[in-house]
């Protein structure tokens, strides 16, 4: 079975500083990794994804998750956070050969000024 | 954005009653998804279809139903709601091929009272 673990509920960072989210899978198989963005009172939107090749991987607004897969995590990073990312970030993870999404419990980032 | 409508997108019904609520895609993906989230739970899958009439229960099934009638349609019904159910309901639809990500509708808020 597929499970998600995000280590911190809560991440408080000041405008421009650097930020990590982290993220842990657990899985057997080979696994394809996701993470969404949720802003208030909105839907969830892909911010970026890991399903083969090259283990780093960015968004267009400047995320980036690197996969490892010998400590099966899939952390999320930001060299310096803008006010505007302020939402709720979820890690999620496929395991090849099924067609469900496992999401963890997020992370809600918050940025002040 | 993804083709994707839920309706309503907000409801209040009494303990007891037959809740409907409807997921309506344009996109002609085979995999549609209903979701669940709560505050420290994050996302929980509560029944996923694989084709028109194909269904499967997800990790938090109970007191839920769901039919497919036709590609474009997924409903979700509770056939007696209780106050546990009050919630965010999200629809999500993905493509064949389960290393695709997932599209998300905006949410149905559903309380139940």
């Known amino acids: 079975a597929q499970s998600v673990t995000q280590l911190d509920s809560q991440v408080p960072v000041f405008e421009e500083a650097p930020v990590e989210l982290r993220c842990n899978y657990s899985s057997s198989v080979s696994v394809y990794l996701f993470w969404y963005v949720q802003y208030p009172n909105q839907g969830l939107q892909l911010l970026l994804k890991y399903l083969s090749g090259s283990t780093l991987v960015k968004s267009i607004n400047g995320f980036e998750a690197e996969f490892n897969k010998s400590q099966t995590s899939f952390h999320l990073r930001k060299p310096s956070v803008h006010i505007s990312d302020t939402a709720e970030y979820f890690c999620?993870?496929?395991?090849?050969?099924?067609?469900?999404?496992?999401f963890g419990k997020g992370t809600m980032l918050l940025v002040s000024p | 954005d993804a083709g994707i409508t839920q309706s309503p997108r907000h409801k209040v019904t009494e303990t007891g009653t037959p809740v409907t609520l409807r997921c309506h895609q344009t996109?002609?993906?085979?995999?549609m998804y209903w979701y669940r989230q709560d505050p420290g739970h994050g996302l929980r899958l509560i029944h996923y279809s694989y084709g028109v009439k194909d269904t499967d229960k997800g990790e938090v099934s109970d007191g839920y139903s769901v039919s497919r009638s036709k590609t474009e349609d997924f409903l979700l019904t509770l056939e007696s709601a209780t106050s546990s159910q009050t919630s965010v309901y999200f629809c999500?639809?993905?493509?064949?091929?389960?290393?695709?990500?997932?599209?998300f509708g905006q949410g149905t808020r559903l309380t139940v009272v």
């Open positions: 999620a993870v496929r395991d090849s050969g099924y067609s469900t999404l496992t």
């Open positions: 996109e002609n993906h085979r995999y």
């Open positions: 999500a639809i993905s493509e064949i091929g389960v290393h695709t990500e997932a599209f």
